[in-house]
Antibody, heavy 120, light 110 residues
C-alpha cells in the first residue's frame, strides 16, 4: 500500500520561497507521475505540476514561472519550490501520485496536506 | 474562478438522494473522463469515482457518477451523516494541458 508523507515550513513571509518535500513509502516510485496540488481557503483544488522518475516536468501555466519540482529517486522523494510568495499562495498543499496516464486526473494516494500561510 | 463549475453547497436528510453537478466545456469534460473526490475536513482527498462512473474498491454502490456532453454529476443515495464533506470534480483540460478541478461542493446532511 503506497503512502505519501509530506513536510515543510507552514508560515512564510511575502517574497519568501515555499519548500515542501513528499516521501513515497511502500510501493514503486517508477512508472508514475508525482504531483503537487493546492487548495486556497474557500476555493477549489488547483493543480500545480508534476514530475516523473526521469525528471520530466509539467506545470500549470499560471504558476510555471515561479515553480520548481524536483525528484530524488534514491530517497523516493519529490519536492516543490514556489518562489516570490504572496498572500494568494496561502493554501493547503498536497502531494499525490498520478495513478494513470497524465491526461487522466486519477490522483491516488494523497499526502496528508500542509497548510502554508503567507503573511507578514 | 475554477474551470469547472459546481454549486457551492448541497444538502439532504439521512436516507435521501442528493446529486452534485459539474459543468465544463468541450475542451475538458466534453472530451475527457471525469473524476470525483471527497474531502473530509482535516483529511486528504479520497477518490470516489474514476472514468466518469467507475467506483474504486471500497466505495459503496450508493455512490454513482455520470457524464453527458460537457456536464457530469455525482449522486449519493441513502445519505448518511458521514457523507458530510466537500466534493470536487476533476478532468483533463486540452487547452490548459493539465488537470482542472471544480470549485467544490459542500454537502451537509441535515
Amino acid at each position: 500500500q503506497v503512502q505519501l508523507q509530506q513536510w515543510g515550513a507552514g508560515l512564510l513571509k511575502p517574497s519568501e520561497t515555499l519548500s515542501l518535500t513528499c516521501a513515497v513509502y511502500g510501493g514503486s516510485f517508477s512508472g508514475y507521475f508525482w504531483s503537487w496540488i493546492r487548495r486556497p481557503p474557500g476555493k477549489g483544488l488547483e493543480w500545480i505540476g508534476d514530475i516523473n522518475r526521469s525528471g520530466s516536468t509539467y506545470f500549470n501555466p499560471s504558476l510555471k514561472s515561479r515553480v520548481t519540482i524536483s525528484i530524488d529517486t534514491s530517497k523516493s522523494q519529490f519536492s516543490l519550490k514556489l518562489i516570490s510568495l504572496t498572500a494568494a499562495d496561502t493554501a493547503v498543499y498536497f502531494c499525490a501520485r498520478l495513478y494513470s496516464a497524465r491526461n487522466q486526473p486519477w490522483f491516488d494516494p494523497w499526502g496528508q496536506g500542509t497548510l502554508v500561510t503567507v503573511s507578514s | 474562478q475554477s474551470v469547472l463549475t459546481q454549486p457551492p453547497s448541497a444538502s439532504g436528510t439521512p436516507g435521501q438522494r442528493v446529486t452534485i453537478s459539474c459543468s465544463g466545456s468541450s475542451a475538458n469534460i466534453g472530451r475527457n473522463y471525469v473524476y470525483w473526490y471527497q474531502e473530509v475536513p482535516g483529511t486528504a482527498p479520497k477518490l470516489l469515482i474514476y472514468r466518469n462512473n467507475q467506483r474504486p474498491s471500497g466505495v459503496p454502490d450508493r455512490v454513482s457518477g455520470s457524464k453527458s456532453g460537457t456536464s457530469a454529476s455525482l449522486a449519493i443515495s441513502g445519505l448518511r451523516s458521514d457523507d458530510e464533506a466537500d466534493y470536487y470534480c476533476a478532468t483533463w483540460d486540452d487547452s490548459l494541458g493539465g488537470p482542472v478541478f471544480g470549485g467544490g461542493t459542500k454537502l451537509s446532511v441535515l
